[in-house]
């Protein structure tokens, strides 16, 4: 326990923890994953959350994601790195209401941030604590926008980036990464190859390596647009959340948020019900879901537009599915072709050009609210994770 430790940002955070297992870690120094042979977890942060914080210490404070300081892991502010992350918009959907009928339908759009993607949550939050820890090498696998936010975050720490990813991504993700000075490699395979390199390498090479919910920080980062959420609306969050599903650390983080919020006295008890939404290619979370099963089984039906949703085994499927679950959400596929539509649809009606993994969700909502799964009268948010100018080399025009 650490929570005797006076700190410049007043982080609350005691401790790391296990979710499966209990094991308690010191947040002060190097961890990664649950050391727990039979676990293997992400590890969570934990703060003192009884503390009687009142949430009109925001009032003020800079749009960005770190007006949330006090539960986010870093110390000392000289250790923030931060190009302006979160704070992203509500945008009501205005043109396409013939499809939303009597429920109201909003986009966060994480296309403004950093890089054009909410990746840059995670890794501000993920860098700046590897400052904090002395780390001069970060290392990790990506299906594009990853490498690219850790590039750019990495070159504003003057920190060593060694990004590794697959041949079949668009190329402006390549040169992103390339133009921040990270060292990148191409792979002949799909994230999960690029994965069981890195953690070889990282072994060997002594690398800090920051794969999807392999160290306990991007997590953190990724929270805050549950913090942003519940203040955006009011500290009255919306019936139902729609997230295209990756590794799903955002959808594990706004989970966890909701939680903290409700512990801060800052929310109620009631959580949207979470919508995790795959390609067909990697639909793995998907069929576990429907099955009942605890763990999804390894997909991977090769290449998708959206490069994000390409993730053939979620390191965290446990936690994504207790998620699901837990919220009483739902699972669906969308196919490449219908992603493609909408990335039109959504580009020509609402005047947003969003991520394929964003289009995705207004797929996804058509059909939930077909078989009234989504209920009249829910207030229903779209996560729009990118900007779909990255993505114009696997869009048909």
């Not at 390596?209 to 647009?225: A, D, F, H, I």
């Not at 879901?289 to 979620?314: H, M, W, Y």
Request: proline share 4%; charged share 20%; aromatic share 8%.
């Amino acid at each position: 326990m650490i929570s005797d430790i006076e700190t410049e940002t007043g982080t609350l955070i005691t401790n790391l923890t296990c979710p499966e297992c209990g094991t308690s870690y010191n947040a002060a120094v190097i961890h990664t994953v649950c050391t727990n042979e039979a676990c293997k977890s992400t590890l969570f942060a934990v703060y003192n959350l009884q503390a009687g914080i009142d949430k009109s210490i925001l009032s003020g404070r800079p749009a960005t994601m770190w007006r949330y300081k006090e539960f986010l892991p870093v110390f000392e502010e000289k250790n923030i790195v931060t190009l302006g992350e979160g704070f992203t918009p509500i945008i009501p959907v205005e043109n396409l209401k013939r499809f939303i009928g009597d429920n109201e339908v909003y986009w966060k759009d994480e296309s403004g941030n950093p890089t054009g993607s909410f990746k840059a949550r995670g890794i501000s939050a993920a860098v700046s604590k590897a400052k904090e820890l002395g780390i001069d090498v970060i290392a990790t696998p990506t299906a594009g926008n990853a490498g690219g936010a850790l590039a750019a975050y990495a070159a504003r720490a003057a920190i060593k980036a060694v990004v590794y990813m697959p041949k079949q991504t668009p190329q402006v993700f390549k040169d992103e990464c390339r133009l921040y000075g990270a060292d990148l490699v191409e792979i002949d395979g799909n994230i999960s190859d690029c994965g069981r390199l890195v953690n070889e390498l990282a072994a060997v090479n002594g690398w800090f390596q920051v794969s999807t919910l392999k160290e306990p920080y991007r997590l953190e980062g990724k929270k805050t647009m549950g913090y942003e959420i519940a203040e955006q609306f009011n500290w009255q969050l919306p019936d139902v959340i729609l997230y295209p599903t990756g590794g799903g650390t955002g959808l594990i983080g706004m989970w966890k948020a909701f939680d903290e919020l409700e512990q801060l006295g800052w929310t109620g008890s009631k959580r949207p019900r979470m919508v995790a939404v795959q390609s067909e290619s990697c639909n793995g979370i998907v069929t576990a879901f429907n099955a009942g099963k605890q763990v999804s089984e390894f997909a991977d039906g090769g290449f998708t537009i959206a490069n994000g949703l390409r993730v053939p085994k979620p390191y965290a499927d446990k936690l994504i599915l207790r998620v699901l679950r837990e919220t009483q959400g739902a699972a669906i596929t969308i196919g490449d072709g219908e992603m493609s539509a909408a990335v039109k649809e959504i580009a020509r009606h609402e005047g947003m050009l969003v991520a394929p993994e964003g289009a995705a969700l207004w797929q996804a909502f058509k059909k939930l609210k077909a078989t009234n799964w989504i209920k009249p009268g829910d207030k229903v948010l779209m996560i729009n994770t990118g900007s779909g100018y990255k993505y114009l080399e696997n869009i048909a025009i």
